[in-house]
Nanobody, 115 residues
Framework: QVQLVESGGGVVQPGGSLRLSCAPSGSIFSISAMGWYRQAPGKQRELVARITSGGTTNYADSVKGRFTISRDNAKNTVYLQMNNLKPEDTAIYYC?????????WGQGTQVTVSS
């Protein structure tokens, strides 16, 4: 079956940057949108950023101006560029693909922002 392969997580200092990537291991058709969610311990899962099949983007207010979601259609890969990271950004980040039919979820990648 197709799975979402995530990479790019790690440990950085406040103010640092990370670039997450997410790519299906196979073809996924009828995609409506791809997005990044995150969940910190004891907190609800929240939408961080989303990009639709038409290229429209949405961001959580807490990350606007710092995070950028983008796509490389040639590589069939979605990215999340995270700049000026804050300790509050520490969470497990999950890639999501919305489509006609059941959605796909990545396994999650840990992002830790600490001094």
């Amino acid at each position: 079956q197709v799975q979402l392969v995530e990479s790019g997580g790690g440990v950085v200092q406040p103010g640092g940057s990370l670039r997450l990537s997410c790519a299906p291991s196979g073809s996924i058709f009828s995609i409506s949108a791809m997005g990044w969610y995150r969940q910190a311990p004891g907190k609800q899962r929240e939408l961080v950023a989303r990009i639709t099949s038409g290229g429209t983007t949405n961001y959580a207010d807490s990350v606007k101006g710092r995070f950028t979601i983008s796509r490389d259609n040639a590589k069939n890969t979605v990215y999340l560029q995270m700049n000026n990271l804050k300790p509050e950004d520490t969470a497990i980040y999950y890639c999501n693909v919305r489509r006609v039919g059941p959605a796909y979820w990545g396994q999650g990648t840990q992002v830790t922002v600490s001094s």
